[in-house]
């Protein structure tokens, strides 16, 4: 089959994909060159009544709720869409900073609407990519040809508004998602033409069993994140210090600027405090990270450090091969206490976790579905709305007998059923109105007044918080 590029951006109603929603998905289908295939699809999606936005969000992007209403659709029709047009076989589905951000919700509206969360991006050839990594990976290892931005207190920044703007590339309204879409593509672009062979081979080694091949290696080897310095344009040397205790495709790395003699003698106790502890902490921070072989991280073999590059991002050979050496002498003994200090920090999440009072809509993560219940899924999907309460379906999987009113009531209001109608309005209550004075309502009336009373608000910032306002009121069960 072809393989083509499916960049696409979203616009949501908050930063957590368990609770905040997609309001705006744009993409756009291109050749393996990058040539436009097709028109783009630009849709809004109607927010439903038992979500309240984040203020701040929406002052982002200039979404307000109202509009998705009146001009969106709803996440089941979305998703007809999107899975008969747009995931079809040999998509390789990228954009900016997707991986991290946008495949998340998506994989979240897929589970809220009785698809399966995950087959969309590897069934039938399909595959993902992230340009923001090849960005970062670009600009450590190969930088001429580009111009690279920083921000206004001059650090390093590859923030997709600046990358444009720099280059003079189009890009005419960030945080709107057909015109970051094709600014992503613009930036691709340039990448392509100016550095094809770390675009290709970024590209070559996405899947996940290229990237285990690299981890594995029994070698040091080159590693771009987020998560690493800007001064070092986010990018160190690496060596494997273990398999991940929790998933098969994971690695935990080390990170080979530190020297690993250093964290040989501390406690668990003080490993733990030192993994979690962040940079702008005082004491050690455990300079170990987890590599997910299934999020196409930007990795190279050490092969790639020239001189300039070494010199550039303050990389040491002689240090990076004397690190790597101790690391593997202690490895053993250094990694059982690593895990045993990880082992320590997943405990004390774990507590906190069974205290939150979560509902379906955020357990994605609780399990995989069984054969049968997809199956019933597909039934569910391809039913008549006006027969949707008839269909009797029982689910084994609690998550999606749960999920179900929640789905009528969500893309079919005028299908529920008086006993779903019920159910549906306690949701909503105990969602929106639960907590007192720490329920999400309060906390979403308090954030608009605090933002209204700001001195630096503009005029189009106080008409969408007073859209915000009367959103908020009109949506609020009584009582």
């Given at each position: 089959?072809?393989?083509?590029?499916?960049?696409?951006?979203?616009?949501?109603?908050?930063?957590n994909p368990?609770?905040?929603?997609i309001?705006?998905?744009?993409?756009?289908?291109?050749?393996?060159?990058?040539?436009?295939?097709?028109?783009?699809?630009?849709?809004?999606?109607?927010?439903?009544?038992?979500?309240?936005?984040?203020?701040?969000?929406?002052?982002?992007?200039?979404?307000?709720?109202?509009?998705?209403?009146?001009?969106?659709?709803?996440?089941?029709?979305?998703?007809?869409?999107?899975?008969?047009?747009i995931?079809?076989?040999?998509?390789?589905?990228?954009?900016?900073?997707?991986?991290?951000?946008?495949?998340?919700?998506?994989?979240?509206?897929?589970?809220?609407?009785?698809?399966?969360?995950?087959?969309?991006?590897?069934?039938?050839?399909?595959?993902?990519?992230?340009?923001?990594?090849?960005?970062?990976?670009?600009?450590?290892?190969?930088?001429?040809?580009?111009?690279?931005?920083?921000?206004?207190?001059?650090?390093?920044?590859?923030?997709?508004?600046?990358?444009?703007?720099?280059?003079?590339?189009?890009?005419?309204?960030?945080?709107?998602?057909?015109?970051?879409?094709?600014?992503?593509?613009?930036?691709?672009?340039?990448?392509?033409?100016?550095?094809?062979?770390?675009?290709?081979?970024?590209?070559?080694?996405?899947?996940?069993?290229?990237?285990?091949?690299?981890?594995?290696?029994?070698?040091?080897?080159?590693?771009t994140?987020?998560?690493?310095?800007?001064?070092?344009?986010?990018?160190?040397?690496?060596?494997?210090?273990?398999?991940?205790?929790?998933?098969?495709?994971?690695?935990?790395?080390?990170?080979?600027?530190?020297?690993?003699?250093?964290?040989?003698?501390?406690?668990?106790?003080?490993?733990?405090?030192?993994?979690?502890?962040r940079?702008?902490?005082?004491?050690?921070?455990?300079?170990?990270?987890?590599?997910?072989?299934?999020?196409?991280?930007?990795?190279?073999?050490?092969?790639?450090?020239?001189?300039?590059?070494?010199?550039?991002?303050?990389?040491?050979?002689?240090?990076?091969n004397?690190?790597?050496?101790?690391?593997?002498?202690?490895?053993?003994?250094?990694s059982?206490?690593?895990?045993?200090?990880?082992?320590?920090?997943?405990?004390?999440?774990?507590?906190?976790?069974?205290?939150?009072?979560?509902?379906?809509?955020?357990?994605?993560?609780?399990?995989?579905?069984?054969?049968?219940?997809?199956?019933?899924?597909?039934?569910?999907?391809?039913?008549?709305?006006?027969?949707?309460?008839?269909?009797?379906?029982?689910?084994?999987?609690?998550?999606?007998?749960?999920?179900l009113?929640?789905?009528?009531?969500?893309?079919?209001?005028?299908?529920?059923?008086?006993?779903?109608?019920?159910?549906?309005?306690?949701?909503?209550?105990?969602?929106?109105?639960?907590?007192?004075?720490?329920?999400?309502?309060?906390?979403?009336?308090?954030?608009?007044?605090?933002?209204?009373?700001?001195?630096?608000?503009?005029?189009?910032?106080?008409?969408?918080?007073?859209?915000?306002?009367?959103?908020?009121?009109?949506?609020?069960?009584?009582?």
């Amino acid at each position: 089959m072809d393989s083509t590029f499916y960049f696409y951006d979203l616009e949501t109603s908050g930063f957590n994909p368990r609770d905040a929603r997609i309001m705006q998905f744009a993409g756009q289908r291109t050749d393996m060159k990058l040539n436009p295939v097709g028109e783009p699809d630009n849709f809004l999606i109607k927010i439903t009544e038992d979500v309240l936005p984040e203020p701040d969000a929406i002052l982002v992007t200039g979404i307000t709720p109202q509009q998705t209403v009146a001009d969106g659709i709803t996440e089941s029709d979305f998703l007809k869409y999107f899975h008969d047009k747009i995931s079809i076989p040999g998509t390789i589905f990228t954009g900016f900073n997707t991986v991290r951000f946008d495949d998340e919700f998506m994989r979240f509206v897929n589970y809220r609407n009785f698809y399966d969360p995950y087959e969309w991006q590897w069934q039938d050839g399909r595959s993902r990519w992230d340009i923001l990594d090849l960005v970062r990976i670009t600009r450590a290892l190969r930088p001429n040809g580009i111009k690279w931005p920083f921000d206004s207190k001059g650090r390093p920044s590859n923030k997709l508004e600046l990358l444009t703007s720099i280059n003079k590339l189009n890009h005419s309204s960030a945080h709107d998602a057909l015109s970051d879409v094709l600014a992503t593509i613009a930036v691709a672009r340039k990448i392509l033409n100016k550095q094809p062979k770390i675009f290709n081979y970024l590209l070559s080694i996405r899947n996940k069993s290229a990237v285990r091949t690299v981890v594995n290696n029994n070698q040091p080897f080159v590693y771009t994140s987020g998560k690493y310095s800007s001064d070092y344009e986010k990018t160190t040397v690496v060596g494997k210090l273990s398999d991940h205790p929790n998933s098969k495709d994971a690695a935990l790395v080390f990170d080979l600027r530190y020297d690993p003699s250093a964290f040989i003698d501390l406690s668990y106790k003080d490993l733990a405090a030192a993994l979690r502890r962040r940079t702008d902490e005082e004491g050690p921070r455990l300079p170990v990270k987890t590599i997910k072989y299934n999020r196409c991280p930007a990795i190279a073999p050490i092969t790639v450090l020239d001189d300039e590059t070494c010199h550039r991002l303050e990389i040491s050979l002689e240090s990076v091969n004397n690190n790597y050496n101790s690391l593997i002498s202690m490895k053993d003994e250094l990694s059982v206490k690593v895990l045993k200090a990880i082992e320590m920090l997943d405990e004390q999440m774990q507590s906190k976790f069974i205290t939150d009072n979560l509902d379906a809509d955020a357990m994605l993560y609780e399990g995989f579905f069984n054969d049968s219940d997809k199956t019933k899924m597909r039934l569910l999907r391809a039913s008549p709305r006006d027969e949707l309460n008839n269909l009797e379906l029982v689910f084994s999987d609690s998550r999606l007998q749960a999920l179900l009113p929640l789905y009528i009531a969500r893309n079919y209001p005028t299908q529920l059923s008086d006993e779903d109608r019920t159910i549906w309005e306690q949701f909503k209550e105990r969602k929106l109105l639960s907590g007192g004075v720490e329920s999400k309502a309060v906390k979403y009336f308090n954030r608009i007044a605090e933002l209204s009373n700001r001195t630096d608000v503009t005029a189009k910032q106080v008409y969408i918080l007073e859209e915000l306002k009367l959103y908020g009121e009109s949506i609020l069960p009584v009582e």
